[in-house]
């Protein structure tokens, strides 16, 4: 936070510590998939606390962003900078050029599969889109489901019956963000934190050092 804001950083820009507080950062390469027009774009820049577009346009090509989240493990009390860098990519974009995807893929560390609430085909679609990551190929990956435009009720379209079945079908964690109306940490925080959990649960199952279920790994300091 910076002037109770959160502080954006440059390309080679990081978070600085005082020498006594000195904090490691881990990296990871996320990606982003999901239909065009479910608000990929959109979450990206609120997960970075930046300005989103009022008016939808497709990513045309690839576009990263970097996030920095702080993170103590409970059963060590180390802290960690989580820098997790999101790839975002046009659906049309992905279609027209083959060299996109393999970019996208190369050395990912997670996917966050986006659908939106007002649109019941991107959900359905789902089914479609995990499979693809799922192969063996692509290693362990940690998976992330987000709801968008969840606070758009009048307009929603997809039920929380349907959405419980899907998790206990997938046994995906599936998280829900809002449409027009930011809250700042206390909307974000849950996905990251989610994220950060999952993501370093993996790493320890990669080292054979997991010893608790990903929730109970790391809390988030704000």
């Not at 982003?32 to 990929?40: C, H, M, R």
């Not at 599969?113 to 359905?124: K, V, Y």
């Not at 079945?165 to 599936?174: A, G, I, N, S």
């Amino acid at each position: 936070m910076h002037k109770k804001k959160r502080k954006n950083f440059g390309l080679l820009e990081s978070p600085v510590m005082p020498p006594h507080a000195a904090v490691d950062t881990v990296h990871y390469k996320i990606f982003i998939s999901g239909k065009s027009g479910v608000g990929k774009t959109a979450l990206t820049a609120r997960l970075a606390g930046l300005n989103f577009p009022n008016v939808h346009h497709e990513t045309t090509g690839i576009q990263t962003t970097v996030v920095y989240w702080p993170a103590k493990l409970i059963e060590n009390g180390r802290v960690l900078f989580f820098r997790l860098q999101l790839w975002d990519c046009g659906e049309s974009a992905l279609r027209r050029f083959d060299h996109l995807l393999p970019s996208c893929k190369e050395q990912v560390d997670a996917v966050l599969f986006l659908f939106s609430f007002t649109d019941r085909t991107s959900f359905e679609d789902l089914l479609n889109q995990i499979p693809k990551w799922t192969e063996s190929s692509h290693g362990c990956l940690a998976k992330v489901v987000v709801g968008t435009k969840f606070d758009l009720f009048m307009h929603c379209d997809v039920a929380e019956k349907d959405v419980r079945k899907f998790q206990e079908t997938w046994r995906l964690p599936v998280l829900r963000s809002g449409g027009e109306v930011s809250d700042g940490l206390g909307d974000v925080a849950p996905i990251l934190n989610c994220l950060a959990e999952n993501l370093w649960h993996q790493d320890c199952v990669r080292a054979g050092a997991a010893g608790q279920h990903p929730q109970q790994e790391s809390v988030t300091l704000l």
